[in-house]
């Protein structure tokens, strides 16, 4: 038989959609056509192919060779379709069997020496394999990701040889794993207890961490916003599997190593401020994720948030919504997650302070710089607090360091045990009608809240916001109803309201 059907995987944003090369040998001068909407690198695989199957020791047919990669209308790219076609190109020729084929999947770039290289986007691959009832063959260097997905279920090779051999019965492949596949716990070397003072910005930091609410720090530099915000990570519990695959599924698409052994924690993202929209979002002609994917279940972390372009900014603001950014192209729509918890820190003014004897800017200059960050985008921040300097005679004495991070972690880690409970998600993802039902004000507190929101110029969006952020107050103090002292603290963390009211009036 002259014909060969093999099964791959494309990658397509976080998806991997089947692909069927067929190869078909027949008589006619010899030529190798490869069609199926491959990009230029799919169609290099002729020459990669053709110098792999010699030196590995078989022969290349001298007759026509036509390759078709299944459905015609899918883009494909990359080199992960040089494992299948090598081995369509053997069956076909009758030099390794076809009964094994269709237990099997195969993805894996091939070095012309007939090694395996490893390929992006394994993880999703295997997700599906696995789904579909067939074995996964990779490259040996992508053999850690796949395990992630089933170490009994898939399979990975270090050359063509292998693979030949495994098919033919003659040897058997298994799943190469690194040796740091186990979760590796660390010392934690950043505490709470680093910071000195500020304690009203610790507090902040445990109430957005529980409830994974959105948080902006606000004051002059150098009094310990960054640091805040990098606790940030080390204050959260390790994610589900489930989370922990779609994070690690993400990462498998980029060119950055995925480390086995923590994918369990949560991402951290701190981009530069000069990054583009682009590299925020996602974007490229083959669609890649961005900052905000790749911070997928974890922390996105602005510093200088007034130097980023605002129109990036502006970027985030349907993401922090939705949970998920679609890249759009003539051809084809991918759809990236990008739940994330956003953490932003800025200066108040242009010159770091815009009061006092350091002051060097009026109101007007400050409000204009201040205007960089449209309405809008500040909106989706749950809880703003300013991070003053430390009173004189701090840093002599010590200062108060407050408590260490594994005891706020296991307060917050009960209180997100409580919101689990009792709404299957933790209180930022509440929907308007799971705040009625799980945030109940009485009639007198509900007059005090809307009383206050119309006082601080805030939206409808801002009251459910920081109902939300009551509600994880109240959970953290284990109280079972929402309280008035809640609904204060919730509402003294908005200081970049009252900021943009004062600077508002004393520029008028």
Same mark, same amino acid.
């Given at each position: 038989?002259?014909?060969?059907?093999?099964?791959?995987?494309?990658?397509?944003?976080?998806?991997?959609?089947?692909?069927?090369?067929?190869?078909?040998?027949?008589?006619?001068?010899p030529?190798?056509?490869?069609?199926?909407?491959?990009?230029?690198?799919?169609?290099?695989?002729?020459?990669?192919?053709?110098?792999?199957?010699?030196?590995?020791?078989?022969?290349?047919?001298?007759?026509?060779?036509?390759?078709?990669?299944?459905?015609?209308?899918?883009?494909?790219?990359?080199?992960?379709?040089?494992?299948?076609?090598?081995?369509?190109?053997?069956?076909?020729?009758?030099?390794?069997?076809?009964?094994?084929?269709?237990? @099997?999947?195969?993805?894996?770039?091939?070095?012309?020496?007939?090694?395996?290289?490893?390929?992006?986007?394994t993880?999703?691959?295997?997700?599906?394999?696995?789904?579909?009832?067939?074995?996964l063959?990779?490259?040996?260097?992508?053999?850690?990701?796949?395990a992630?997905?089933?170490?009994?279920?898939? $399979?990975?090779?270090?050359?063509?040889?292998?693979?030949?051999?495994?098919?033919?019965?003659?040897?058997?492949?298994?799943l190469?794993?690194?040796?740091?596949?186990?979760?590796?716990?660390?010392e934690? @070397?950043?505490?709470?207890?680093?910071?000195?003072?500020?304690?009203?910005?610790?507090?902040?930091? =445990?109430?957005?961490? +529980?409830?994974?609410?959105? %948080?902006?720090?606000?004051?002059?530099?150098?009094?310990?916003?960054?640091?805040?915000?990098?606790?940030?990570?080390?204050? $959260?519990?390790?994610?589900?599997?489930?989370?922990?695959?779609?994070t690690?599924?993400?990462?498998?698409?980029?060119?950055?190593?995925?480390?086995?052994?923590?994918?369990?924690?949560?991402?951290?993202?701190?981009?530069?401020?000069?990054?583009?929209m682009?590299?925020?979002v996602?974007g490229?002609?083959?669609?890649?994720?961005?900052?905000i994917?790749?911070?997928?279940?974890?922390?996105?972390?602005?510093?200088?948030?007034?130097?980023?372009?605002?129109?990036?900014?502006?970027?985030?603001? =349907?993401?922090?919504?939705?949970?998920?950014?679609?890249?759009?192209?003539?051809?084809s729509?991918?759809?990236?997650?990008?739940?994330?918890?956003?953490?932003?820190?800025?200066?108040?003014?242009?010159?770091?302070?815009? =009061?006092?004897?350091?002051?060097?800017?009026?109101?007007?200059?400050?409000?204009?710089?201040?205007?960089?960050?449209?309405?809008?985008?500040?909106?989706?921040?749950?809880?703003?607090?300013?991070?003053?300097? #430390?009173?004189?005679?701090?840093?002599? =004495?010590?200062?108060?360091?407050?408590?260490?991070?594994?005891?706020?972690?296991?307060?917050?880690?009960?209180?997100?045990?409580?919101?689990?409970?009792?709404?299957?998600?933790?209180?930022?993802? %509440?929907?308007?009608r799971e705040?009625?039902?799980?945030?109940?004000?009485?009639? +007198?507190?509900a007059?005090? #809240?809307?009383?206050?929101? @119309?006082?601080?110029?805030?939206?409808?969006?801002?009251?459910h916001?920081?109902?939300?952020?009551?509600?994880?107050?109240?959970?953290?103090?284990?109280?079972?109803?929402?309280?008035?002292?809640?609904?204060?603290?919730?509402?003294?963390?908005?200081?970049?309201?009252?900021?943009?009211?004062q600077?508002?009036?004393?520029?008028?």
């Amino acid at each position: 038989m002259n014909l060969a059907i093999i099964q791959s995987r494309a990658c397509v944003g976080v998806g991997a959609p089947q692909v069927t090369v067929e190869v078909h040998i027949s008589n006619g001068l010899p030529a190798f056509n490869l069609v199926g909407l491959a990009e230029t690198t799919v169609k290099e695989a002729r020459d990669r192919v053709r110098s792999a199957i010699v030196n590995s020791g078989f022969e290349f047919p001298a007759r026509r060779i036509t390759v078709n990669l299944a459905p015609a209308d899918l883009p494909k790219d990359g080199g992960r379709f040089d494992l299948p076609i090598a081995l369509g190109v053997l069956a076909a020729s009758g030099q390794i069997p076809m009964t094994t084929l269709n237990q @099997h999947e195969f993805v894996g770039e091939l070095a012309l020496s007939g090694q395996l290289r490893a390929v992006k986007g394994t993880l999703p691959a295997a997700v599906v394999c696995r789904e579909a009832g067939r074995r996964l063959v990779v490259p040996d260097d992508n053999g850690g990701q796949v395990a992630l997905v089933g170490r009994d279920t898939h $399979l990975s090779a270090p050359d063509l040889n292998a693979v030949c051999r495994h098919l033919s019965g003659q040897g058997h492949l298994s799943l190469k794993e690194p040796d740091n596949m186990e979760t590796v716990t660390h010392e934690n @070397h950043r505490c709470l207890q680093d910071i000195i003072g500020q304690q009203q910005g610790k507090r902040a930091l =445990e109430i957005s961490a +529980a409830g994974s609410h959105n %948080l902006l720090f606000l004051g002059p530099p150098g009094t310990g916003k960054t640091m805040l915000a990098s606790r940030m990570a080390d204050l $959260l519990p390790p994610m589900s599997d489930t989370e922990a695959l779609e994070t690690a599924a993400i990462t498998s698409l980029t060119e950055r190593p995925l480390h086995e052994g923590n994918w369990r924690q949560r991402p951290f993202r701190s981009p530069h401020h000069s990054s583009s929209m682009a590299a925020l979002v996602g974007g490229g002609t083959v669609p890649k994720p961005g900052e905000i994917s790749l911070a997928h279940n974890g922390i996105l972390f602005l510093d200088e948030m007034p130097e980023f372009e605002r129109k990036v900014l502006d970027s985030l603001r =349907e993401p922090l919504e939705s949970g998920e950014v679609m890249i759009s192209r003539a051809n084809s729509k991918t759809l990236f997650p990008s739940r994330f918890q956003l953490v932003g820190a800025l200066n108040p003014s242009p010159t770091g302070h815009y =009061e006092g004897q350091l002051a060097r800017s009026n109101p007007q200059a400050t409000l204009r710089y201040l205007n960089r960050l449209s309405g809008p985008f500040l909106d989706r921040f749950d809880l703003s607090i300013e991070i003053p300097a #430390l009173p004189r005679g701090t840093l002599a =004495e010590g200062g108060d360091r407050g408590e260490p991070t594994s005891v706020v972690k296991a307060r917050i880690e009960r209180a997100r045990a409580v919101m689990l409970a009792r709404a299957g998600k933790v209180n930022c993802l %509440l929907s308007s009608r799971e705040i009625e039902t799980y945030c109940p004000l009485s009639k +007198a507190d509900a007059d005090f #809240l809307e009383t206050a929101l @119309h006082r601080l110029g805030l939206s409808i969006r801002a009251y459910h916001r920081i109902i939300k952020v009551a509600r994880t107050i109240a959970d953290l103090s284990g109280e079972q109803d929402i309280q008035r002292g809640h609904l204060a603290e919730a509402l003294g963390y908005r200081a970049m309201d009252r900021l943009l009211k004062q600077l508002t009036s004393l520029a008028s």
